[in-house]
């Protein structure tokens, strides 16, 4: 047990100091159990509010013209019959009503690979790339 709390401690670590957003989900559908302090920075809301977020709502994070196209890979990631992966470039709307650009990625892991698989969770990183979008249009 003690071996297992300071495992869990330097990988939490870890991923508190990462500059990626990363979240964890649970559940079908998947609620977000945890995200770390980038996420905060990235998105501009706090961890306790997205965790709080019903799933349905937080697709409503994502800019409205990209919004179809996200709800897309997100289905297509926990479709059991595929890989569980997706990757996306999108914009998301700000707390304070700003627009960044994002890179998210997100891998569903399923407890079986046949049609009885059941959504065990969903790892997701995300990375802020406005400057990278800024500076090709530049």
Wanted: charged share 25%.
């Amino acid at each position: 047990v003690i071996q297992r709390k300071r495992s869990e401690l330097k990988y939490r670590t870890l991923i508190d100091q990462m500059s990626e957003g990363v979240v964890i989900a649970q559940g079908d559908p998947p609620r977000l159990l945890f995200a770390n302090p980038a996420m905060q920075t990235i998105t501009g809301y706090p961890a306790e509010t997205l965790t709080a977020l019903p799933p349905e709502s937080v697709v409503n994070l994502v800019h409205p013209e990209d919004a179809e196209r996200i709800r897309v890979a997100v289905q297509r990631g926990l479709d059991p019959a595929g890989d569980g992966l997706w990757e996306e470039v999108f914009r998301i709307v700000l707390r304070d009503g700003s627009i960044r650009w994002v890179k998210a990625r997100s891998q569903t892991f399923f407890d079986s690979k046949d049609e009885t698989a059941h959504l065990v969770r969903t790892a997701g990183a995300t990375q802020d790339i406005s400057e990278e979008i800024q500076a090709k249009y530049a």
